[in-house]
């Protein structure tokens, strides 16, 4: 069955960096967009960043462009989310996803608290 686990959140200060990485198993990564979503408290669900199949195609949430890089390794089975200058607005759980066909596929999520 379709797997995907997050790892990487935790809490850093301001200005701070994390790395968030989704192993993916039980379906051919490489043929599916994967994303990342978060969700801060009191607030819905956002896409955060989506990329291709092939990596060729990206897409940012306005509020982290320049900040937020999402990639793959499609020989890994693994998309990743390099955090950079984490401001406190960026406290959230953050989720990756897979579109299957018709169906979305979620992480159990992962927390990134940004404080000082």
């Known amino acids: 069955q379709v797997q995907l686990v997050e790892s990487g959140g935790g809490s850093v200060q301001p200005g701070g960096s994390l790395r968030l990485s989704c192993a993916a198993s039980g379906f051919t990564f490489g043929n599916f967009v994967m994303s990342w979503y978060r969700r801060a408290p009191g607030k819905e669900r956002e896409l955060v960043a989506s990329i291709s199949r092939g990596g060729s195609i990206i897409n940012y949430l306005d509020s982290v462009k320049g900040r937020f890089t999402i990639s793959r390794d499609n020989g890994k089975n693994t998309v990743y989310l390099q955090m950079n200058s984490l401001k406190p607005e960026n406290t959230a759980v953050y989720y990756c996803?897979?579109?299957?066909?018709?169906?979305?596929?979620w992480g159990q999520g992962t927390q990134v608290t940004v404080s000082s």
């Open positions: 996803s897979a579109k299957i066909t018709v169906n979305d596929y």
